[in-house]
């Protein structure tokens, strides 16, 4: 009996430092807060009695409030909600201080006067920001200095040094001190199939600085501008594709295309209970020009920047290729396919010239704008009675042409010539601003 006694005292010995260890986790594990209730032992009573041959312990627990500490351990990475280390955003909240190491001062710029006559166009102050980007480069904004630009309808909102601000009052002025009114362009596009209209053309034109490859760019006046069309309309490869009048507001962005599809056999997928068990599946290639152009004009209107962007697609010609298609007979099906070459020209910069003279552009030697017209039947590029072969096999090359004036407000559109022919020289800048 006594030795029964001392085993128990040694058992209540060892549960005394786990239990108290359990707890002491529990803690640890515990989310914190101002005051947490434990269980901890505290006084250990020992009742011995007998029930048959079984000796029963029992432990009397005081409840004690403990008051927890904050855990200093570093969250472990594989914690469940807790981001490793260097990878949290830092969100400060409330209104930042803005770096002002380079001498950056706050703007805003009233809008209304420009965007309250154009009610009809949607988000007419983002031509405002675009051009300010075309004049300072978009460098500028999202590199040191730091600084930034945002606008709506009625307020134009700029942080950056002074000489920033110098330049977006610049181009500022011309859109709310400049005419309001709709402007008036005339745009023709032609192809001539021979460069060498050059040659008498000559005399009547300045060459300028262009900045794009292969693109001439000419001055001429107006007076010879219309000695030069009617010289080359007498061409036998002359061909006018466009002659439009854009009215434009000033500075805003007016979109000019010509595209038609022109389909072709891409490949072949099964065709189950057919014959032969197989379905042609056509593609389409989108072919023509779309011809993009955003004018500014000085607050004077004596001089015209312009951001001209131009695509050309067209295709050359459809190769014939033959798909080898097995069959269940352990034949071979002969499946043609079109492969299309095209051929493609883009030009994207922008130009300054005085309002009283016109732009000539020269693209040089390029896809045709417009290829002639296609037969439905033939363009396919089947074998309709060897037809297609008469065909030319490649597409028209020509030298595109744009000729480009400005025509003064659309309000007076009778008139042909600006309202500014004071025959100013050209500015000092060169013609080509370089290419956006």
Avoid at 279 to 292: M, N, V
Wanted: hydrophobic content about 35%; overall charge neutral.
């Amino acid at each position: 009996m006594r030795t029964l006694f001392q085993d128990c005292l040694k058992l209540d010995a060892t549960m005394l430092p786990a239990t108290a260890h359990h707890h002491a986790t529990a803690r640890r594990n515990s989310p914190p807060s101002d005051r947490v209730a434990h269980l901890v032992p505290t006084k250990l009573s020992v009742k011995l009695g007998w029930i048959g041959f079984v000796v029963v312990l029992t432990a009397s627990l005081t409840p004690v409030t403990v008051t927890a500490q904050p855990s200093t351990a570093a969250p472990t990475a594989g914690a469940t909600g807790a981001p490793p280390a260097g990878l949290q955003a830092k969100r400060t909240g409330g209104v930042p201080n803005l770096p002002s190491d380079s001498g950056q001062i706050w703007q805003e710029y009233d809008l209304t006067p420009y965007t309250k006559e154009l009610t009809n166009v949607d988000r007419p102050q983002q031509a405002v920001v675009d051009w300010v980007l075309r004049e300072t480069g978009t460098d500028s904004w999202f590199t040191d200095p730091f600084g930034f630009i945002n606008a709506d309808r009625d307020k134009l909102r700029v942080y950056h040094n002074e000489q920033m601000q110098d330049i977006v009052q610049g181009v500022y002025e011309r859109f709310v001190n400049g005419t309001t009114t709709p402007q008036l362009y005339g745009l023709r596009l032609i192809a001539v199939g021979n460069p060498n209209w050059r040659t008498r053309a000559h005399a009547m034109m300045r060459s300028v600085p262009a900045q794009s490859p292969g693109v001439n760019a000419y001055l001429i006046s107006k007076e010879n501008t219309a000695l030069l069309l009617a010289m080359m309309r007498g061409r036998t490869d002359y061909r006018e594709i466009s002659s439009v009048d854009l009215v434009v507001h000033n500075g805003q962005s007016q979109t000019l295309e010509q595209i038609r599809g022109r389909n072709y056999v891409q490949d072949y997928e099964p065709a189950p209970g057919a014959w032969p068990p197989y379905r042609a599946t056509t593609g389409e290639i989108k072919e023509g020009y779309r011809l993009h152009l955003s004018p500014l004009l000085s607050v004077d209107k004596s001089t015209v920047d312009l951001v001209l962007k131009c695509n050309i697609d067209q295709v050359e010609r459809l190769a014939k290729v033959n798909l080898e298609l097995p069959l269940q007979t352990g034949q071979i099906f002969n499946g043609p396919i079109n492969v299309p070459q095209v051929a493609s020209w883009r030009l994207h910069e922008r130009f300054r010239w005085p309002a009283d003279q016109v732009l000539l552009l020269s693209c040089g030697v390029v896809a045709a704008p417009e290829g002639a017209p296609n037969s439905s039947l033939l363009s396919q590029g089947g074998n309709l009675l060897g037809i297609d072969r008469l065909l030319p096999q490649n597409g028209d090359r020509a030298d595109a042409l744009m000729i480009i004036e400005y025509r003064g407000d659309a309000t007076q559109r009778s008139g042909n010539t600006a309202s500014t022919s004071n025959g100013s020289p050209l500015p000092s800048s060169p013609l080509s601003r370089g290419r956006y």
